[in-house]
């Protein structure tokens, strides 16, 4: 019963990222076409850069809906243990590819303020403009959207892919910069957003990355999580103290491994009864642990340990 519970709630999870991408992938190949043409017509070399930027984040939400697939796939025998870790490989592949647009954007931004400002640049149309508002608040949005389902099924790969979002959303800003900077007599203001728009997405790239990481290497999960824990196994009737609390990270779920204290004197039935009931009731509470493993010790006040040194 629990097991197709849990089977239920991850196919749930793959539906929900299965359909934000696809979504994400229809908007950003319609950005890119809207943008291109405006980019051409509209004379702005900076709306055609920043239409191929959207043009890439396809490649980017592919890697998630890899990482997601394969992540979710049963246990094996190669694999008892499941496949989780997975998406944080597809959440590492993301971040490198959001870092190297972040360090081009800031590269082309810099070559264009040491080079020869002095040359004669072709003003853009308003049509480039309307473009990037257009864009901004489309990228903002797909970023929001993104960001609620990944957070909805704990995802660091979906979560990345929201940050790809909110990079496109900030080159728009750039592209609007320079385009009304372009238009004012200031062409030199597209440059100097672009280096700044750099290090923002430079920022969430490392954060990203970080995160991806700690769930690799079994990172305990955060202290107001083990608090939360700890009151709840206290709470079980039967347990008499926590002797051992360890938790890990394993990719977007969490392994617990926990040593329990109780009455010397109660049967070996009861005591595995006791130790049920913690073990379903973590699961229980909190959805992303994937497995609690439960170990009884027996119970002895402090008296009789000193009694048997």
Known sequence: MEQTKIKKA?????????????????VNLLLSFFKLMAGIFGASGAMISDAIHSASDVFSTFIVMIGVTISNKKSDKEHPYGHERLECVASIILAVVLLATGIGIGMNGIQKIISDIDNVIEVPKSMALIA???SILVKEWMYWYTRAAAKKINSGALMADAWHHRSDALSSIGAFIGIFGARLGFPVLDPIASVVICIFIGKAA??????????????SCDEETVKKMRSLMM????????????????????????????????????????????HEAIEKAFPQVKHCMVHVNPFMEEKDIVNRK
């Open 206 to 219: 490392l954060d990203i990355f970080k995160d991806a990481t700690d769930k690799m290497v079994d990172k």
């Open 10 to 26: 991850n196919r749930n999870d793959k539906d929900i990222a299965m359909r934000v991408s696809t979504v994400s992938i229809m």
């Open 235 to 278: 709470g079980e009737t039967g347990v008499k103290g926590i002797d051992v609390l360890r938790t890990r990270m394993f990719g977007a779920k969490i392994y617990v491994d926990v040593e329990i204290s109780v009455d010397e004197n109660i049967l070996l039935k009861e005591a595995h009864e006791i130790a049920e009931q913690v």
């Open 132 to 134: 990037a508002i257009v």
